[in-house]
């Protein structure tokens, strides 16, 4: 891999002891280089002049059979068949490249294709391909675009004799690029590339693959792509390893042969699981067996423990939202009035949040696990501003609750305490609330469903309220140990679960949407009550195991509750119930095997409840034990 993998921050006793010697809590450790990414809005010819202004290759049109026979109309350059592919699955996987000298860089294509049964490529076309990226890469800035074309944006996927071009016109006949690459529905139908492409250089690349017949792959600085704001942010080159290390796989993964790893953590699972763990045995050296020692294989425990552990601050979705800096998109929903980013009153990093409501509003936070909090406390405090002009009654100024859902734990909006904000006064002022026993006891064990509920009462007409800075304090002490999660169902082939009953009329593997990899399980519903889709596990889970699910429930889908379960040989069921669900998002759900339960398990499943008749999906995903 040309500078493909990395590891993840110092571990929690570095989070810990920042903590402990500032005196505050978790907003007070959200200190770290914030990872590079820039993001983009454009698509199509705006994408391909973005991509060209910030010294990036602007590839040529790319057609297959002219590629494949290196006909004069194509500038491609053929490399090869890619034997090991870690993407291509049963696909035959193709490498061609484009280099360019000004700017200098370079391009590579790869179409996964179908042939017809018992045809190589030699003895005729492909019958489609189905896959078909480019990913191209500036040598001087760095800087790096991404294209797509297949299934994905094209049904039945792409003909062998299609030229597709770069820049407008009708998606059959070029390639989507940049802020294209999110669908009409702006769920990215072809994956996000930087999950799995992030290190030194932006390609996957193995030297003594056909890809490392491709010239000018390293970059002369840290890859900086152009890609959806929605990605998320590209990772810093990991600070485990010494430059200087040359031991293992450490020879090559350095500056500037292959490059540098990145970070990673317990929220790089399609990294980790795709590229990284997959790599060791395969194109990388093996981790220890028999008579090995971990000793002669330094960075793979160190990778390997780094994707098991919680993530740095810039890239810890916990910390960024109980932050508010980020701003309330993806991290805080209502159901009453609007949530902004307040940049010019904040007590901590670089905004607030303001709750433009009045009355009765609550809020609620994403869902995350309990092992990504670098810190846990006796207490929770939240920073309130007031505004000191235009209170309707200023004899009452209001109230803040705090409550906690984990439904893994059997607690559904359990109340945490209130604090009134007449006595404090207008201006900033901190709501202390002490954390009940149960509430502290259930973050301290590793359950993947933790969420915040906010309540905010103020009299009719008051201006907006605003928050910031929310963070453990009191007596602080170390998380839950991260999990040794086993990724069970990804359904990026195969696998889709096939019983189904009530409200559910269909189930299969999809690439609408996905939480990792491509592609998730769309459930599709045409009914009203409940309805429920199962599969037996090939492997049952074992006592006290936590199965958790990630499930995403479309905006309007009149979803009450979603209730994951397992059914023991008695098919007595572990299960747990989610109500209040964000929309437009992944998120974390769990059943709990009991310790006592008969197995194996019979069946592992989601049932959906719904307060209306609903025609339409909701997905799963990442179900994992």
């Not at 010697?21 to 200190?31: E, I, P, Q, T, Y």
């Not at 390609?203 to 017949?213: K, Q, R």
């Amino acid at each position: 891999m040309d500078g493909q993998f990395a590891i993840a921050g110092k571990g929690k006793g570095f989070w810990l002891s920042r903590a402990l010697s500032a005196g505050v809590g978790l907003a007070g450790v959200f200190l770290a280089t914030v990872a590079q990414a820039t993001p983009t809005t454009t698509g199509g010819q705006a994408y391909v002049n973005e991509c060209a202004a910030a010294g990036v290759p602007t590839p040529p049109p790319f057609n297959y059979e002219d590629a494949w026979h290196q006909r004069p109309a194509s500038q491609w350059k053929k490399a090869g068949f890619l034997q090991d592919p870690f993407i291509s699955g049963e696909s035959t996987g193709e490498v061609f490249y484009w280099e360019s000298t000004s700017p200098a860089g370079v391009c590579i294509a790869l179409p996964r294709s179908e042939f017809p049964a018992g045809q190589t490529p030699e003895q005729g076309p492909p019958t489609a391909i189905h896959l078909l990226g480019v990913i191209c890469q500036g040598k001087v800035s760095g800087k790096a675009c991404f294209w797509d074309q297949g299934d994905s944006y094209t049904s039945g996927g792409v003909s062998p004799f299609t030229t597709l071009g770069f820049g407008d016109g009708d998606i059959s006949q070029r390639f989507a690029g940049g802020i294209e690459l999110l669908g009409p529905g702006g769920d990215s139908p072809g994956g996000k590339c930087i999950d799995c492409h992030r290190g030194e250089n932006v390609f996957i690349v193995h030297p003594a693959s056909t890809l490392g017949l491709v010239p000018s792959r390293m970059p002369d600085r840290w890859v900086d792509p152009l890609v959806p704001g929605s990605w998320g942010t590209y990772p810093n080159p990991s600070s485990l390893f010494n430059p200087s290390q040359t031991d293992s796989c450490l020879s090559c993964h350095r500056q500037p042969i292959a490059g540098r790893f990145p970070e990673v953590s317990n929220q790089t699972g399609s990294y980790c699981g795709t590229i990284l763990k997959k790599s060791f045995g395969r194109t990388m050296p093996p981790p220890p067996t028999g008579n090995e020692q971990q000793a002669d294989f330094p960075p793979y425990d160190l990778l390997v423990n780094a994707c098991n552990a919680a993530p740095g601050p810039a890239d810890n979705s916990s910390m960024k939202m109980m932050s508010f800096d980020p701003g309330p998109q993806g991290y805080w929903s209502t159901q009453t009035g609007t949530l902004s980013r307040v940049t010019n009153l904040f007590t901590e990093g670089t905004a607030s949040m303001g709750v433009n409501a009045s009355g009765y509003v609550l809020l609620d936070s994403l869902a995350f696990n309990s092992w990504s909090l670098p810190v846990l406390g006796s207490r929770v405090d939240l920073d309130v501003y007031v505004s000191p002009t235009g209170q309707p009654q200023p004899q009452w100024l209001g109230q803040v609750q705090l409550f906690a859902t984990i439904p893994s734990a059997q607690m559904i909006n359990t109340y945490i305490g209130q604090v009134e904000l007449t006595p404090l006064g207008t201006g900033w002022h901190t709501a202390t609330f002490q954390l009940p026993t149960q509430v502290r006891t259930a973050l301290g064990q590793a359950n993947v469903d933790v969420r915040w509920s906010i309540a905010v009462n103020r009299p009719n007409a008051s201006p907006a309220i605003l928050l910031d800075n929310m963070r453990f304090a009191g007596t602080l002490g170390l998380p839950a140990a991260t999990p040794s999660f086993v990724l069970q169902h990804d359904f990026e082939r195969g696998g889709t679960w096939e019983k189904r009953e009530g409200a559910v009329t269909a189930a299969a593997n999809s690439a609408a949407r996905s939480y990792l990899g491509s592609s998730s399980l769309k459930v599709t519903l045409n009914g009203s009550g409940t309805g429920r889709v199962w599969t037996k596990p090939l492997v049952s889970p074992p006592p006290g195991a936590t199965v958790s699910y990630r499930v995403y429930v479309p905006q309007g889908a009149p979803v009450t509750a979603i209730q994951p379960y397992v059914a023991d040989k008695n098919f007595v069921w572990a299960q747990s119930y989610n109500t209040n669900l964000p929309r437009n998002a992944w998120i974390p759900v769990s059943a709990v095997v009991p310790a006592n339960a008969q197995l194996p398990a019979q069946e592992i499943g989601v049932k959906i409840y719904l307060s209306a008749p609903y025609s339409g999906p909701i997905y799963i995903d990442a179900v994992q034990w």
